[in-house]
């Protein structure tokens, strides 16, 4: 039972990248599904969430009309759009189990985006 995610890298300003959260070893479409991000020397807080219904909840204002997140229950996966990318953003991008994940729920491994010109 594990998530994966990948698709990180680094980006100058204004860039994109889209992250993948796949999940193996359970079925997806019975979480919500959340991507945390966890900048250098902050704590981990959440970005984004898609719950079984596929409704959308944003934890960051700033993040509005440029990431997209979206599931695919018949791959297992979920998907993070991130566009027009700030330094801001720069931190390690983790995904998991539920929109407010704590220690207990199913983590990704974290996949490291960097954001600078």
């Known amino acids: 039972v594990q998530l994966q995610a990948s698709g990180g890298g680094s980006v100058r300003p204004g860039g994109s990248l889209r992250l993948s959260c796949v999940a193996s070893?359970?079925?997806?479409?019975?979480?919500?599904i959340g991507w945390f991000r966890q900048a250098p020397g902050a704590a981990r807080a959440g970005v984004i969430c898609?719950?079984?219904?596929?409704?959308?909840?944003y934890f960051v204002d700033s993040v509005k009309g440029r990431f997209t997140i979206a599931r695919d229950d018949g791959k297992n996966t979920v998907t993070l759009q991130m566009n027009n990318l700030k330094p801001e953003d720069t931190a390690v991008y983790y995904c998991?189990?539920?929109?407010?994940?704590?220690?207990?729920?199913?983590w990704g491994q974290g996949t490291q985006v960097t954001v600078s010109s």
């Open positions: 898609i719950t079984k219904s596929h409704t959308v909840k």
């Open positions: 070893g359970f079925a997806l479409n019975y979480y919500d």
């Open positions: 998991a189990a539920d929109c407010h994940a704590n220690e207990h729920d199913i």
